[in-house]
């Protein structure tokens, strides 16, 4: 660093008079995009000016005329971001490792915040400055206080770019005690008296409570500490709100674009993720966004939603090195006559496209970040054989096709180590999955309206430039017999099923779309509103599932902080059974915490049920407002004795009651009859 930081010194001085002066021009024009007279000599008007870096002894500042960012030096925590008129974005109060900063949660739920020990110039012309701050981990200074990662935290700047690049090198060495990384994130907190406006999608945009709100005097907690009822917010309307960060989560895939504006400067922050490659557990995975703060995060790695299911621990032995990021911090203005809300939306999301278009990134420098040419292809067509359903082929229409490590049909979904690739099949089920980074992969698929996992038996090594055409593969869906009846669609979801209304003293109004209804507060609850005294009762040809299957098996609320088990009953006719037959229940699931379903065949009252699950699941997803957590699958083998002619019934009991989120979320059920 020293080294470094001396050469540099000296054009520093230099350039930070430069700065002051530019900035008394800036003080004394009415325009903030004032070019440096040296510049106009230069080159056109047209152009945007270099981009500058000044290097002191307490901080970086990077400047390319339309955002100024400053790290601290060598900590690689960021400091400020001035743009337009507004100083810094970031909130001045904090302090500097609590304004825009990466952190890893690890053993016993320490945060360690990735302090780094040395600057490093990586690249430094008029159009590019890219600045790394690293820090290697030692066994006998860093033992127990910070986790075992070699750090290496880049920002780049580009000419003409309003914004900043992030990303950062994490290394476990092989002599590296064991850990676990619960979470691994970079979170921005923004300037809380300007930034109020949240948009995480093209519907979810509003006003949001200020971080004081959320305090006691202001409102009261509900069920959890997450969620609170506004009381007595600062802004009167938001009245009687239920305010929640993981009402604005959202899957892995879909989880491109949000941010905040400040309505006194028309200005937008917004964090652009172009690809989720590096991201854990697959494109369905949910994570926060952003929240109350004001907050803004780049999720990498988290349990939420999974639990520790996902793969969070490092063995001793284990070496391991990933590249998270880049990610790209993006500024823009409106003038604020327009519709200027609508205006920095709109130019966010044009902006993601352009990031999109340009990934992978040409200009990072790090030898870990492979550039286009240095990556793979793999295509193909997935088609599905159910010869139940169809006696032809089928095409796996707008089937999720992906690769990542070697693993189980369903390993994708909790591996938390790797790169992921996915994309999506055309109408005739073909699928090429681009920029993938060398490694060893399997393919992955799942199909909408069929059960299961595919997994293509084969390891796939990609190498620099490869283009590997898979040809036609075909998926078998787990299939034993005919269908007798089905409740809901395979789609790894419970969205399909019956989402109650929020009780209306905890609403969120934002909400109010019903793609968006089953983040609402509280709607485990309903339940025990609408089942006060017996439980579910499906009727297979009668009952309605969008109606009448209740989104989520969760225990009866009886008063008093208690809760009991439930038990659901699918009433079904049979005009034969075949003693001796084999039947198929074929149960998936779309969530399960702390949670039990046990099944037994006519008769509720034996003891010993014919099948169960035993305990599963940690992924809260009920808590969380989440409308599906990890898929589980289970083909369930009933011999025909266990039927009779004419009327039966199937009974689901989820016994677990320990607390209102004891719960599972079912995605779809099939009962099979013998093979024909
Ligand atoms: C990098 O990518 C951009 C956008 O695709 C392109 O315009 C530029 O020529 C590329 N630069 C290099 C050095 O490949
Ligand atoms: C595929 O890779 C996995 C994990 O690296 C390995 O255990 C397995 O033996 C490989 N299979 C084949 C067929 O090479
Ligand atoms: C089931 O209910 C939904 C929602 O009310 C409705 O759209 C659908 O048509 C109903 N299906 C049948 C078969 O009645
Ligand atoms: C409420 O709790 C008390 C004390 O634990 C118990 O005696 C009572 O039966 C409970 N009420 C209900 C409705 O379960
Ligand atoms: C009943 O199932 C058995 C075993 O699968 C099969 O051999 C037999 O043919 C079936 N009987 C009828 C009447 O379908």
């Known amino acids: 660093m020293e080294k470094v930081a001396n050469r540099s010194h000296m054009r520093g001085l230099a350039l930070w008079l430069i700065m002051i002066i530019k900035l008394l021009i800036v003080l004394s024009a009415c325009s903030a995009e004032l070019i ?82 040395h600057v490093k110039v990586i690249t430094q012309t008029d159009d590019l400055v890219e600045v790394s701050f690293t820090k290697k981990w030692k066994f006998a200074t860093d033992h127990r206080y910070s986790v075992p990662l070699n750090v290496d935290k880049r920002f780049i700047v580009r000419r003409g770019v309003p914004g900043l690049y992030m990303y950062s090198i994490l290394e476990r060495q092989e002599d590296f005690p064991e850990a676990y990384m619960f979470q691994i994130r970079i979170a921005f907190k923004l300037k809380e ?122 063995k001793e032995g284990e070496a391991w090195k990933k590249v998270f990021g880049p990610v790209f911090i993006y500024l823009n203005s409106a003038s604020p006559d327009d519709d200027y809300r609508k205006t920095l939306w709109d130019d966010a999301k044009r902006q993601l496209n352009e990031e999109i278009e ?37 095409q796996a229409q707008s089937a999720f096709v992906g690769l990542a490590a070697p693993g189980y049909a369903g390993s994708w979904q909790t591996e938390g180590k790797g790169y992921q690739f996915w994309t999506q099949t055309d109408k005739a089920g073909r699928f090429s999955i681009k920029k993938v980074r060398p490694g060893e992969y399997n393919l992955y698929a799942w199909v909408h309206g069929f059960i299961g996992t595919y997994k293509l038996d084969l390891n796939i090594t990609i190498e620099p ?61 309903r339940y025990s509103d609408i ?41 079904y006719n049979l ?40 305990r599963i699941g940690y992924d809260n997803v009920v808590a969380r407002h989440g409308i599906h957590g990890l898929y589980r699958l289970y083909s369930i083998k009933v011999p025909g004795n266990r039927f009779q002619k004419g009327d039966n019934t199937i009974f689901l009991t989820q016994p677990r009651s320990q607390g209102s989120f004891n719960a599972v979320l079912y995605d779809y059920i099939r009962l099979e009859g013998p093979a024909v």
């Open 575 to 614: 005009q034969d059974v075949n003693e001796t037959g084999r039947y198929t229940l074929q149960l998936a699931l779309a969530a399960a915490s702390y949670a039990e379903v046990q099944v037994r065949f006519n008769n509720p009252d034996v003891i010993q049920p014919h099948f169960t699950t035993t």
């Open 193 to 314: 008296d300007k930034f109020r406006f949240m948009a995480t999608s093209d519907t979810i945009q509003r006003i949001m409570p200020t971080a004081e709100d959320r305090d006691d005097s202001r409102s009261q907690v509900l069920a959890y500490k997450e969620a609170v009822l506004l009381t007595n917010p600062t802004n009167p309307e938001l009245r009687g709100q239920v305010d929640d960060k993981y009402q604005y989560s959202c899957e892995n895939k879909d989880n491109k674009l949000h941010g905040w504006i400040s309505d006194d400067d028309a200005v937008g922050f917004w964090i652009i993720t172009p690809s989720d490659e590096f991201r854990t557990g697959g494109p369905h995975k949910q994570d926060l966004t952003s929240h109350v703060g004001p907050t803004a995060l780049s999720m990498f790695v988290s349990t939420h939603y999974t639990g520790t299911e996902i793969d969070v621990f490092y």
């Open 36 to 117: 440096p007279a040296r510049k106009l000599l230069k080159e056109a008007d047209s152009n945007p000016p270099e981009v500058q870096l000044l290097i002191s002894d307490h901080r970086v500042v990077i400047d390319n005329g339309l955002v100024q960012v400053t790290i601290e030096n060598p900590s690689g925590h960021l400091t400020g971001i001035k743009y337009k008129g507004m100083h810094n974005v970031l909130e001045r109060r904090n302090e500097n490792d609590n304004k825009g900063y990466w952190d890893v949660v690890w053993n016993d739920n320490v945060y360690d915040k990735l302090a780094a020990k």
């Open 531 to 571: 089942y006060r005294h017996s439980d579910l009762v499906y009727t297979v040809g009668v009952t309605n599932y969008s109606r009448d299957w209740f989104f989520a098996h969760v225990p009866r609320n009886i008063g008093n902080a208690s809760n009991w088990g439930t038990t659901w009953q699918i009433k």
């Open 358 to 394: 340009n990934w992978p990134y040409n200009f990072t420098q790090s030898d870990d970040f492979p550039h286009a040419e240095e990556r793979g292809v793999v295509e193909g067509q997935l088609l599905v054989r159910d010869r139940y359903m169809d006696k032809e082929l089928m």
């Open 465 to 525: 430039g490869n283009k590997i055409n898979l040809g036609t593969l075909i998926y078998d869906p787990p299939r034993n017999g005919p269908t007798l009846w089905a409740i809901g669609i395979p789609d790894r979801t419970a969205a399909e099923f019956f989402v109650p209304e929020p009780d209306p003293t905890f609403v969120n109004p934002i909400l109010n779309d019903d793609e968006d209804a089953f983040k609402q507060y509280g709607l485990w609850d």
